[in-house]
Structure formats: structure tokens, C-alpha cells
T-cell receptor, first 112, second 118 residues
Framework: SQQGEEDPQALSIQEGENATMNCSYKTSINNLQWYRQNSGRGLVHLILIRSNEREKHSGRLRVTLDTSKKSSSLLITASRAADTASYFC????????????FGTGTQLKVEL | GAVVSQHPSWVICKSGTSVKIECRSL??????MFWYRQFPKQSLMLMATSNEGSKATYEQGVEKDKFLINHASLTLSTLTVTSAHPEDSSFYICSARDAERETGDTQYFGPGTRLTVL
């Protein structure tokens, strides 16, 4: 079963706008990771946030983690057409031996 | 750094044949590799964890005799889909974990292999 549920399932915005995606999970985690997947391609690792961290930044990306609510958000600021892709959160469950469980994904479309 | 390759990138085969997919870590050693499958417009589902020098650990519901995994070296894991059927058609993706890096929890993904069984 899916550990992570993401919303929205699909998001369409204009270039320059910010995009926010949310991920909820069910069990205790060691870390949560966000990945991007372009259509028909492999996954690109974006950012990892550990369970003892609350916020992390990488370029135009900002990730937050609220372990009390078992949720995370990914914010992409000043979006570009090249950001069009599917975004997945993945959780490394405590005691799970580094296995990742992926969320359902958000399809982001950034229009010119 | 941290590049993972897969071969082939796509394969079409007849029902009943076996198909081998290779996953290689090109610039690091991977004691652990993971195999996932992904159906169109869906998320990745973990199939098995491949450990170098030992038997793979399969997720519940994944037939180990159907999906043979071999991790013979620190840079290569193979997935063989035996007696493939149309329902095995999917996108297969591997990932590798570089335990020596500071970011040892990060998994690096291959580009995927699209399998179509006729």
C-alpha cells in the first residue's frame, strides 16, 4: 500500500508562479525525500529532509516537514516551463532498512 | 557523480520469453540496489531489495521465481523477468544506494527500462 498520499494530483500554473505540493504519510520515518520524474524517464533526486529537521532549502526548492502531522510540503518558487514533471515524495520508514515508499505523485504543468 | 545506468532502455519481447535488465552504478559501489516497477501514470512500487553477495529480499506479492534478481558485484544487479506475459509490461526502474557517501540515505535512480510483452 502507498505510504504517501500527495495532493494535488495535478497542478497547472503559469511560469513565474510558485507551486506547492503536499505529502502525507502514515508511519514513523527516518527521512523523507522528494524526486522529480520527467515523462518516461528515471527519477531525479531533489532533496532529502531528516526526521529531526523542519525545513530545508535548495535553490528554488523549499521543503518542510511536520512529523507531528506526518506531512511534508515541496515549494518551487518562480517556476519555469522546464519544471513541468511529476513530483514524488518518498519516505524511509523507521526500521525499514533504507527502503523507500513512494507517494502517489503530483503532475505539475508550468505553462508559458 | 552518482550515476546509475540501465540496459536496455526498452525491450519488446514475445510472450513466454525471458528478459534480463541490467542496472549498473557507474562511479560508486552499491552494496544495495532496489528494483521498482511503475505502471503508466502511477507511482513506483518496490519489488525487491538486491544485496551484493546474498539473496534478494522481495516485497509481499512479488514472485521471486518470476522476477529473478542477481547482485553479483558491487556495481551490477540484474533483474530477469522469466516467462514474460503481457501483464508484465511495465516500466522497470532500479536505484542504488551509495553507502560510503555522506548522503548515504539517498538513492540514485537509473533511467528505467520499458518492457513490452506481446
Amino acid at each position: 500500500s502507498q505510504q504517501g498520499e500527495e495532493d494535488p494530483q495535478a497542478l497547472s500554473i503559469q511560469e513565474g508562479e510558485n507551486a506547492t505540493m503536499n505529502c502525507s504519510y502514515k508511519t514513523s520515518i527516518n527521512n523523507l525525500q522528494w524526486y522529480r520524474q520527467n515523462s518516461g524517464r528515471g527519477l531525479v533526486h531533489l532533496i532529502l529532509i531528516r526526521s529531526n529537521e523542519r525545513e530545508k532549502h535548495s535553490g528554488r526548492l523549499r521543503v518542510t516537514l511536520d512529523t507531528s502531522k506526518k506531512s511534508s510540503s515541496l515549494l518551487i518558487t518562480a517556476s519555469r516551463a522546464a519544471d513541468t514533471a511529476s513530483y514524488f515524495c518518498a519516505t524511509a520508514v523507521t526500521g525499514g532498512g533504507n527502503k523507500l515508499t513512494f507517494g502517489t505523485g503530483t503532475q505539475l504543468k508550468v505553462e508559458l | 557523480g552518482a550515476v546509475v545506468s540501465q540496459h536496455p532502455s526498452w525491450v519488446i519481447c514475445k510472450s513466454g520469453t525471458s528478459v534480463k535488465i541490467e542496472c549498473r552504478s557507474l562511479d560508486f559501489q552499491a552494496t544495495t540496489m532496489f528494483w521498482y516497477r511503475q505502471f503508466p501514470k502511477q507511482s513506483l512500487m518496490l519489488m525487491a531489495t538486491s544485496n551484493e553477495g546474498s539473496k534478494a529480499t522481495y516485497e509481499q506479492g512479488v514472485e521471486k521465481d518470476k522476477f529473478l534478481i542477481n547482485h553479483a558485484s558491487l556495481t551490477l544487479s540484474t533483474l530477469t523477468v522469466t516467462s514474460a506475459h503481457p501483464e508484465d509490461s511495465s516500466f522497470y526502474i532500479c536505484s542504488a544506494r551509495d553507502a560510503e557517501r555522506e548522503t548515504g540515505d539517498t538513492q540514485y535512480f537509473g533511467p528505467g527500462t520499458r518492457l513490452t510483452v506481446l
